[in-house]
């Protein structure tokens, strides 16, 4: 396949859970934990997990408040992250249209 580098794949994003929440907050902005979790149908231990390596990697932030006595967890996709986003779309782009060498 000419022209495709896989490198160009970003590993951090490309997990089905973690694609998941970048491509619902690409859209949304911002979400609660809650929505994030019901929307992508897993536990709050795997979207925690998931959620912290993308919060490690720079590409959300994660926010912790109350309301009124119950938790509340905001997630918001940062610029970074939309960058990162938007490169890897074009990277699977690039995979899904590359030609036979």
Not at 1 to 23: S, T
Not at 48 to 57: F, Q, Y
Not at 61 to 71: F, L, M, S
């Amino acid at each position: 396949m000419d022209g495709f580098d896989i490198d160009q794949i970003d590993e951090v994003i490309h997990g089905r859970v973690r694609l998941g929440v970048m491509a619902y907050l690409a859209s949304a902005g911002q979400a609660d934990f809650g929505e994030v979790r019901v929307r992508l149908q897993t536990t709050d231990g795997n979207l925690s997990v998931h959620l912290r390596k993308l919060e490690e990697a720079g590409y959300v932030a994660v926010e912790k408040t109350y309301a009124g006595r119950k938790p509340l967890t905001r997630i918001a996709i940062t610029d970074q992250g939309r960058a990162a986003f938007d490169k890897w779309l074009a990277a699977i782009g690039a995979l899904v249209n590359a030609q036979p060498a």
